[in-house]
């Protein structure tokens, strides 16, 4: 999916397992990380001992400094009109990026290589990309685009003659296959995968090619097999200088090795890959081995242990996605920083041209003028009041665009400020209409026919109302006005009375609606915000829930406490949201591609102004959601003090 999600309730999680039982958990390595670096295409000119380094760093696994690295090579060879240096550094952030699990950012970037790789006309580039965005859309779970760009490289490395690139488009293929579970389609495959790299003497791309066979024989019940398999592929990685790989070897043995019952072994090589990553520092991987470490504890019976790396896991995940937050600010800001030096290298060579021009033309007209003084001086005369004319001509339409851009300007603050002073003085006529259409209800001796159009007045005016309200706060934000007056707040207190407040809409839907804290709602800790704002944001969680949600469904409101914060989620089984709607939901007035099942309005302010919301209380907004499968809308809140109620 496009987002992982965050490991926060770890006692569930624990407890989910040890329902199910070992056997029952799926097999989570359908693609093997470390057979996804592709071969990359060669460094190009001046940049090419630090697209080197760079392939160096991200072969140990430190992603943090590969992802800035990267970045700033592509900016600089943007600067230096060096497209292929360019496309050479996007190609290894967009590989990064699909490491940290970063996929929508992933798929942008490899795009955006694509587009360079067709304009240089490299068919080892074209191939390449092809593949890696095969590969990422394959993680993304959207197999059919994958496929489509598995074919497009395999075509261009077959025309080439590549067959190194063909053994890992292969390899990318039959992943794709495997992830859909069509593991004999899969096998074949990576068999012929193997056998271009054992043909080539590629004894780390075989070793990969092993490793993927294991993990089909795991997915198959063969776990004797999926153990031999990884160990051969072990062996080679022992042989050569990436720590990454060697610990990830340990892990895949471990993982088979509790397959197997074998749980002393098991436990003695994950400990053996923890000691070789941890030097490392990459959270991606250590979340891996902690994972591990924590089924291969539970299925000792060692609950506490199982528990205490569980935590060490869900602090891994944390990380990696703290990590990609602070990244993205980089990114953006870097973004905004080089196309501000493009856009004024563009304007002065623009000036520089247009000055050129002008002294390239007076020089025409002064030779052409005085030709013309020789000649005849009648003849200059006439060029001269024309010149005169031209000139006055130029500096009129100036001024007239000057005047007109500043009209325009003028005018959407207007607009702005029209739209403010409409919107707050609606707010009194609509309230005085709901009070006369409630007074109408509650009139003895009124038809039925009168009761309801008032009743009809007062819907129709509690909407307005509410996009009144909406567009208020829209406004104050984009002004910056909005001031919150923060101080301990009962979390529990205000999500019961929200969920009170939208059972009888619930019910009017046919809909079940349930709050749901996490241990002991004794323990829960206060949250630092404001009383009005924070019932505002439950509001537009569980509003926009119910809306998506159909008849018979549920929403959950759940409760609990990670880290230093405190969160809450509201939790629907609606129709999900797909990767386009992640690209734009937090934008105003923007509809997403489901349809509310009630019919209800929807105007797209409700998440824009939620995230806006929780962004100024110093809090996290996190959406998980995949298509056809409900989403969960998750608001992390900084706690107001420490719990005092014991570890959680």
């Known amino acids: 999916m496009l987002r992982r999600a965050l490991p926060f309730a770890l006692v569930l999680a624990l407890a989910a397992s040890m329902l199910f039982g070992a056997d029952a958990e799926p097999i989570e390595e359908t693609l093997n990380p470390d057979d996804v670096s592709l071969s990359p295409p060669a460094p190009f000119g001046g940049f090419a001992s630090r697209l080197a380094e760079l392939n160096q760093i991200r072969s140990r696994g430190d992603y943090p400094a590969a992802l800035s690295l990267a970045r700033a090579g592509a900016a600089e060879a943007e600067q230096l009109r060096?497209?292929?240096?360019?496309?050479?550094?996007?190609?290894?952030?967009?590989?990064?990026?699909?490491?940290?699990?970063?996929?929508?950012?992933?798929?942008?970037?490899?795009?955006?290589?694509?587009?360079?790789?067709?304009?240089?006309?490299?068919?080892?580039?074209?191939?390449?990309?092809?593949?890696?965005?095969?590969?990422?859309?394959?993680?993304?779970?959207?197999?059919?685009?994958a496929e489509r760009h598995f074919t497009d490289a395999m075509r261009i490395?077959?025309?080439?003659?590549?067959?190194?690139?063909?053994?890992?488009?292969?390899?990318?293929?039959?992943?794709?296959?495997?992830?859909?579970r069509d593991y004999p389609g899969a096998r074949v495959l990576h068999l012929r995968a193997l056998a271009l790299r054992e043909a080539l003497n590629d004894r780390v791309g075989a070793a990969d090619s092993v490793t993927n066979l294991g993990t089909i024989d795991l997915a198959t019940g063969d776990s004797l097999a999926a153990l031999d398999a990884f160990r051969r592929a072990l062996a080679t990685?022992?042989?050569?200088?990436?720590?990454?790989?060697?610990?990830?070897?340990?892990?895949?043995?471990?993982?088979?090795?509790?397959?197997?019952?074998?749980?002393?072994?098991?436990?003695?090589?994950?400990?053996?890959?923890?000691?070789?990553?941890?030097?490392?520092?990459?959270?991606?991987?250590?979340?891996?081995?902690?994972?591990?470490?924590?089924?291969?504890?539970?299925?000792?019976?060692?609950?506490?242990?199982?528990?205490?790396?569980?935590?060490?896991?869900?602090?891994?995940?944390?990380?990696?996605?703290?990590?990609?937050?602070?990244?993205?600010?980089?990114?953006?800001?870097?973004?905004?920083?080089?196309?501000?030096?493009?856009?004024?290298?563009?304007?002065?060579?623009?000036?520089?041209?247009?000055?050129?021009?002008?002294?390239?033309?007076?020089?025409?007209?002064?030779?052409?003028?005085?030709?013309?003084?020789?000649?005849?001086?009648?003849?200059?005369?006439?060029?001269?009041?024309?010149q005169r004319a031209r000139l006055r001509a130029e500096r009129a339409a100036h001024i007239a665009d000057e005047c007109a851009r500043a009209e325009a300007e003028q005018a959407a603050r207007l607009k702005s400020?029209?739209?403010?002073?409409?919107?707050?003085?609606?707010?009194?006529?609509?309230?005085?209409?709901?009070?006369?259409?409630?007074?109408?209800?509650?009139?003895?001796?009124?038809?039925?026919?009168?009761?309801?159009?008032?009743?009809?007045?007062?819907?129709?005016?509690?909407?307005?109302?509410?996009?009144?309200?909406?567009?208020?706060?829209s406004a104050a934000i984009e002004a910056g006005r909005i001031q919150l007056q923060r101080g301990p707040i009962n979390l529990l207190a205000a999500a019961r009375d929200a969920v009170d407040d939208y059972r009888p809409l619930a019910e009017s839907k046919h809909q079940r609606i349930s709050l749901m804290p996490t241990?002991?709602?004794?323990?829960?800790?206060?949250?630092?915000?404001?009383?009005?704002?924070?019932?505002?944001?439950?509001?537009?969680?569980?509003?926009?829930?119910?809306?998506?949600?159909?008849a018979e469904g549920v929403v959950?409101?759940?409760?609990?406490?990670?880290?230093?914060?405190?969160?809450?989620?509201?939790?629907?089984?609606?129709?999900?949201?797909?990767?386009?709607?992640?690209?734009?939901m937090f934008q105003p007035f923007q509809t997403l591609s489901a349809a509310p099942t009630g019919e209800e309005a929807s105007h797209g302010l409700g998440l824009f102004i939620t995230r806006e919301l929780v962004s100024m209380h110093d809090g996290l907004l996190e959406i998980e959601s995949q298509p056809g499968q409900g989403a969960t809308f998750r608001i992390l809140l900084p706690a107001a003090k420490s719990d005092s109620c014991g570890e959680r």
Request: with cysteine; charged share 25%; net charge neutral.
């Open 157 to 180: 490395a077959e025309a080439w003659g590549d067959r190194a690139r063909i053994a890992y488009i292969l390899n990318g293929a039959a992943n794709n296959l495997l992830a859909q």
């Open 519 to 550: 241990g002991d709602p004794g323990c829960l800790p206060q949250v630092l915000a404001d009383a009005s704002r924070l019932r505002q944001i439950l509001d537009n969680l569980i509003a926009n829930a119910l809306k998506f949600t159909p």
């Open 82 to 145: 060096d497209s292929a240096g360019q496309a050479a550094f996007l190609f290894v952030l967009g590989r990064t990026y699909w490491s940290v699990g970063d996929l929508p950012a992933s798929i942008e970037t490899l795009q955006q290589t694509l587009r360079l790789a067709g304009t240089l006309a490299d068919p080892d580039l074209l191939s390449a990309t092809y593949n890696a965005l095969g590969i990422s859309y394959t993680e993304a779970r959207e197999y059919v685009a």
């Open 417 to 473: 400020r029209l739209l403010q002073i409409a919107a707050h003085d609606l707010k009194a006529p609509l309230s005085a209409v709901s009070a006369s259409a409630l007074r109408i209800e509650q009139r003895p001796g009124e038809t039925v026919s009168v009761m309801d159009l008032a009743r009809h007045i007062r819907t129709d005016a509690a909407h307005m109302g509410s996009l009144v309200r909406e567009f208020l706060d």
């Open 556 to 584: 959950e409101v759940g409760l609990g406490a990670s880290g230093r914060f405190v969160y809450a989620e509201v939790r629907d089984s609606g129709p999900g949201l797909k990767p386009e709607d992640l690209a734009r």
């Open 237 to 386: 990685y022992q042989t050569i200088n990436q720590p990454r790989r060697v610990a990830n070897g340990y892990r895949r043995v471990a993982f088979a090795l509790r397959r197997l019952g074998r749980l002393d072994e098991a436990l003695t090589e994950i400990h053996t890959a923890l000691d070789i990553a941890e030097p490392l520092n990459s959270p991606a991987m250590l979340a891996g081995i902690h994972r591990e470490l924590a089924r291969t504890h539970e299925a000792r019976g060692e609950l506490r242990s199982a528990l205490q790396f569980q935590r060490s896991y869900a602090a891994d995940r944390e990380a990696m996605l703290n990590e990609q937050s602070r990244q993205r600010v980089i990114e953006l800001d870097a973004r905004y920083q080089v196309e501000r030096r493009e856009n004024e290298i563009n304007r002065l060579r623009l000036d520089q041209e247009a000055k050129a021009a002008e002294l390239t033309r007076r020089s025409q007209q002064n030779a052409l003028l005085a030709a013309g003084l020789v000649l005849v001086l009648g003849l200059g005369t006439i060029v001269y009041l024309a």
